[in-house]
């Protein structure tokens, strides 16, 4: 009885333990001013409060990033290298998933090779029959999706594409930019070298690079 008595003890603050671990999350709330109003960054989950919500069961997170972006985001105080990361994330590039427009005008051009998908400002349309196997993939919707970029652009496209191809926006949300970030679990890749030149540990990053020539594509 003895030995009952203390595997139920043991039972009962597993499930205590596990349940506060993933307590139920606040729904996405837009944040105020041009924050909320350009990107669609969430209001109460964001680059500020993400270490409170990471390591999570029931959640993926996903950095949208290239490695490295051919658009000039330094001239927007960015980064168009991927200088670092949110530690458990990885890195999905949004443009490999659609064709990106509505970039600032400093930026000029991003990638603009194959993509899984083409928006025509209305419309998603698949390019390769994987495509939406793809999204299902990385973004699977009984999860939680935590979304994170640069700057916040990345991410909330990426958020506006899956809510109109039928993901749930209620389990959706735009933490905002890694640049902003101060938490405590930054993960850095840019290296500053002796002679002052900048090199990369890109082998830290969980990278998905999307091989297109083996896909089928939709004619």
């Known amino acids: 009885m003895k030995y009952l008595k203390f595997f139920l003890l043991l039972m009962c603050f597993s499930l205590c333990a596990c349940s506060s671990k ?4 606040p729904k996405p709330v837009v944040a105020e001013g041009i ?4 990107f669609g960054i969430d209001k109460n989950i964001n680059e500020e409060t ?8 029931d959640s993926v997170y996903i950095d949208m990033r ?3 972006d051919p658009g000039n985001y330094e001239a927007i105080g960015g980064d168009s290298y991927l200088s670092g990361f949110v530690k458990g994330f990885e890195v999905l590039p949004y443009p490999f998933l659609v064709n990106v ?4 005008e400093e930026v000029g051009e991003t990638y603009n090779g194959k993509t899984l998908f083409t928006y ?4 998603y349309k698949s390019n390769y029959k994987e495509s939406l196997e793809i999204l299902n993939y990385f973004f699977p919707k009984d999860k939680n999706i935590f979304l994170m970029c640069g700057g916040g652009g990345y991410a909330g496209m990426t958020k506006s594409m899956l809510i109109s191809l039928g993901w749930d926006e209620e389990k959706i ?4 930019g890694y640049w902003y970030y101060e938490g405590n679990n930054n993960i850095n890749v840019k290296k500053i070298n002796e002679d002052g030149t900048n090199s990369y540990d890109f082998w830290k990053v969980t990278y998905h690079e999307i091989d297109f020539d083996n896909l089928q594509e939709v004619k």
């Open 120 to 123: 025509d400002g209305e419309n």
């Open 66 to 68: 290239m490695l490295k």
């Open 35 to 38: 924050r909320g109003q350009q």
């Open 173 to 176: 949300y735009n933490i905002g």
């Open 22 to 25: 993933f307590e139920k999350l």
């Open 50 to 57: 993400i270490d409170n919500y990471l390591e999570r069961e």
């Open 101 to 104: 427009s509505g970039l600032p």
